[in-house]
């Protein structure tokens, strides 16, 4: 039995003749850049986070780079990242001319440890930005709670959690602003590279909207710094019938999450637990395992698909090496990073094929057991 990682053509077969004619009709108005299907999506996208404004970008790493810059963050500044992250959640930090401050995660989680913010904060912090990992929310009360009483913007890297909630919230409201990504792969995907800023802060949200567009309020005026960094007509049309289906794909991700936590109930694999005040959107389902470059391969060779969600901490990067960090910097996230798997994570996977990875696991895992004794 195959498993793939990710299957997109399972996700778009039921929806392709309604896509197909949502794209024919840009073609038809040659509405290509900044159409009305970009404000439409932009007002459902923003509902359905629960705040008042979402601007269309042309990517995740954008969306965090515009909202830094927005709020005048740059040369001189610090601003907190979680040591582990993709590398765009720091990259945009870097982008602005600011300084990207690791914290390391919680122990068992693989969120930012709120408990170990406040030490790395100095005069000059701007900023966090939390990430939700995997698509399991981080602690945003605590970081609310410390970025109030420092005075410190929080811009929520929301591009792997597209409609997680926190306390009966959806992610994404908490913060000054919030970051997502729509890249092919992630709970809400483009037809290409695409992303979002959202955010209640109105004056924030019309700065952004210049800046994606040439840097303008009115057309030939450039009143701030004339990026191209708009959301593509297209994109917005396939966002808007793929957001319909949000939820629902989203409460599958969950069902299947439960399948692998039951299958790996007392296996000895460590599966990963969201917070009970929390719904998360299981982007990614990321376990823990001992020797587990010769359980990736055994899997290979059974035509199940894994990945590493990150096999090198952000600290430890060739391109932080001006950074001057060393390995036993982030002891957790570095122990983590030589343990996690990133096992199959789709709406449409099926039980038996859920049931097969969790037993080609078990069976790795009894065999290492007697080879040890
Ligand atoms: C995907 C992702 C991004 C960046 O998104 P792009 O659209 O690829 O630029 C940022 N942060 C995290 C955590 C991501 O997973």
């Given at each position: 039995?195959?498993v793939?990682?990710?299957?997109?053509?399972?996700?778009?077969?039921?929806?392709?003749?309604?896509?197909n004619?949502?794209?024919?009709?840009?073609?038809?108005?040659?509405?290509?850049?900044l159409g009305?299907?970009?404000?439409?999506?932009?007002?459902e996208?923003?509902?359905y986070?629960g705040?008042?404004?979402?601007?269309?970008?042309d990517?995740?790493l954008?969306?965090?780079k515009?909202?830094?810059?927005?709020?005048n963050?740059?040369?001189?500044d610090?601003?907190?990242?979680?040591?582990?992250?993709f590398?765009a959640?720091?990259a945009?930090?870097s982008?602005v001319?600011?300084?990207?401050v690791?914290?390391?995660i919680?122990?068992?989680t693989?969120?930012?440890?709120s408990a170990?913010?406040?030490?790395?904060?100095?005069e000059?912090?701007?900023?966090?930005?939390?990430?939700?990992?995997?698509?399991?929310?981080?602690?945003?009360?605590?970081i609310?709670?410390i970025?109030?009483?420092?005075?410190?913007i929080v811009?929520?890297?929301?591009?792997q959690a597209?409609?997680?909630?926190?306390?009966g919230?959806r992610?994404g409201s908490?913060g000054?602003?919030a970051?997502?990504?729509?890249y092919?792969?992630k709970?809400?995907?483009?037809?290409?590279?695409?992303?979002?800023?959202?955010?209640?802060d109105?004056?924030?949200?019309?700065?952004?909207k210049?800046?994606?567009?040439?840097?303008?309020?009115?057309?030939y005026?450039?009143?701030t710094?004339p990026?191209?960094?708009?959301?593509?007509?297209?994109?917005?049309?396939?966002?808007?019938i793929?957001l319909?289906h949000?939820?629902?794909?989203?409460a599958?991700?969950r069902?299947?999450?439960?399948?692998?936590?039951?299958?790996?109930?007392?296996?000895?694999?460590?599966?990963?637990a969201?917070?009970?005040?929390?719904?998360?959107?299981?982007?990614?389902?990321?376990?823990r395992v001992?020797?587990?470059?010769?359980l990736?391969?055994?899997?290979?060779?059974?035509?199940?698909s894994?990945?590493?969600?990150?096999?090198?901490?952000?600290?430890?990067?060739?391109?932080?090496?001006?950074?001057?960090?060393q390995?036993?910097?982030?002891p957790?996230?570095?122990?983590?990073?030589d343990?996690?798997?990133?096992?199959p994570?789709?709406?449409?996977l099926?039980?038996?094929q859920?049931?097969?990875?969790?037993?080609?696991?078990?069976?790795?895992?009894?065999?290492q057991?007697?080879?040890?004794?």
């Open positions: 039995m195959k793939p990682f990710v299957n997109l053509q399972a996700q778009h077969e039921p929806l392709q003749t309604e896509i004619l949502a794209i024919a009709n840009v073609f038809t108005n040659t509405s290509f850049i009305e299907e970009v404000n439409k999506f932009e007002e996208f923003a509902a986070c705040v008042k404004h979402a601007i269309g970008l990517s995740g954008s969306a965090l515009l909202a830094l810059e927005a709020y963050i740059g040369e001189g610090e601003v907190i990242v979680p040591a582990n992250t590398i959640t720091a945009a930090v982008f001319g600011a300084k990207p690791f914290v390391d919680k122990p068992n693989y969120n930012i440890d170990k913010i406040e030490a790395a904060i100095t000059r912090t701007k900023a966090i930005i939390p990430v939700h990992l995997y698509g399991i929310p981080a602690d945003m009360n605590e609310m709670a970025a109030n009483q420092h005075n410190l811009i929520e890297d929301a591009c597209h409609g997680a909630y926190y306390r919230q992610i908490f000054h602003a970051a997502f990504s729509f092919p792969a709970n809400l995907g483009a037809a290409g590279d695409g992303g979002a800023l959202v955010t209640n109105s004056q924030l949200n019309a700065q952004i210049a800046m994606r567009n040439c840097g303008q309020k009115e057309k005026v450039h009143v710094t990026y191209n960094h708009r959301l593509d007509t297209v994109h917005a049309a396939v966002l808007r793929k319909r949000l939820d629902e794909w989203n599958l991700r069902q299947k999450a439960t399948l692998y936590h039951r299958f790996l109930l007392h296996s000895g694999v460590i599966t990963p969201a917070p009970n005040y929390t719904i998360p959107v299981w982007h990614l389902y990321v376990v001992q020797n587990r470059a010769a990736q391969a055994r899997l290979n060779e059974q035509g199940i894994t990945a590493l969600h990150y096999p090198l901490p952000l600290h430890l990067q060739p391109y932080y090496e001006n950074l001057g960090h390995r036993g910097d982030f957790i996230t570095e122990t983590y990073a343990q996690i798997l990133s096992l994570m789709f709406p449409e099926s039980e038996e859920i049931e097969h990875v969790a037993n080609a696991l078990k069976v790795f895992v009894a065999t057991e007697l080879t040890i004794t």
